[in-house]
């Protein structure tokens, strides 16, 4: 994790602004037919599996994970021909690394997922925090694409808390969290549902 100055692109901010231009499958324009269950599932830890078995092979997630999408609560891989329902656990990503770049009001959080995509933390990419109704154990989210979100994984998250600040103005003064390109990102439960 690494803090640069704001005048100087980070390798991470330099992957997300390259990643804005990058050309995707026009998965909203394809009709599939009808969904049929498939047996894939992503762990909680952003592993995906078929058939009970790990994939492996880092470039065939990453080719998948470009076909997902996310329709209500359901989530499928798609084609021009096909519609595929996978079972995910939390997420169907896992930020598993973040960059800061600058400070203050201008800084930015950009951050990669274990399937390389790299956003930088605002308007659209949110972070927001969940707690477990027993444990109250954080579940810190971003945003991704499509309503598709990354789990923020522990070591991100600490990370993350320690750059932690109280809110900016006349917002609650217990409410602590994070800046990230002009937005104000709250670290506790926020009650929203995204999911």
Same mark, same amino acid.
């Given at each position: 994790?690494?803090?640069? +100055?704001?005048?100087?692109?980070?390798? !991470? &901010?330099?992957?997300? !602004?390259?990643?804005?231009?990058?050309?995707?499958?026009? !998965?909203?324009?394809?009709?599939?037919? =009808?969904?049929?269950?498939?047996?894939?599932?992503? $762990?909680?830890?952003?592993?995906?599996?078929?058939?009970?078995?790990?994939?492996?092979?880092?470039?065939? /997630?990453?080719?998948?994970?470009? *076909?997902? /999408?996310?329709?209500?609560?359901?989530? %499928?891989?798609?084609?021009? &021909? &096909?519609?595929?329902?996978?079972?995910?656990?939390?997420?169907?990503?896992?930020? /598993?690394?973040?960059?800061?770049?600058?400070?203050? #009001?201008?800084?930015?959080?950009?951050?990669?997922?274990?399937? +390389?995509? *790299?956003?930088?933390?605002? *308007? #659209?990419?949110?972070?927001? =925090?969940?707690?477990?109704?027993?444990?109250?154990?954080? $579940?810190? @989210?971003?945003?991704?694409? #499509?309503?598709?979100?990354?789990?923020?994984?522990?070591?991100? %998250?600490? +990370?993350?808390? &320690?750059?932690?600040?109280?809110?900016?103005? #006349?917002?609650?003064?217990? !409410?602590?969290? /994070?800046? $990230?390109?002009? @937005? %104000?990102? $709250?670290?506790?439960?926020?009650? +929203?549902?995204?999911?």
């Amino acid at each position: 994790m690494t803090n640069r +100055d704001h005048n100087q692109l980070g390798p !991470l &901010e330099a992957l997300a !602004l390259q990643a804005k231009h990058e050309k995707r499958p026009p !998965l909203s324009s394809w009709s599939s037919g =009808v969904a049929r269950d498939f047996p894939l599932r992503i $762990s909680r830890d952003g592993r995906w599996h078929y058939l009970g078995s790990p994939i492996e092979r880092a470039s065939l /997630v990453k080719l998948l994970s470009r *076909v997902l /999408v996310r329709e209500g609560d359901e989530f %499928f891989l798609v084609s021009p &021909e &096909e519609k595929l329902r996978i079972e995910i656990e939390d997420a169907p990503f896992l930020a /598993v690394e973040m960059e800061q770049i600058g400070s203050g #009001d201008r800084q930015k959080l950009v951050f990669r997922t274990n399937v +390389d995509d *790299v956003v930088i933390a605002g *308007v #659209d990419h949110k972070i927001w =925090v969940n707690e477990h109704p027993k444990t109250q154990a954080p $579940s810190p @989210y971003i945003e991704i694409r #499509d309503g598709l979100h990354a789990l923020i994984s522990r070591t991100v %998250f600490y +990370d993350l808390a &320690e750059r932690a600040i109280g809110a900016p103005g #006349d917002a609650e003064k217990d !409410l602590c969290g /994070v800046m $990230s390109d002009g @937005y %104000f990102f $709250s670290l506790i439960e926020n009650r +929203d549902d995204r999911a």
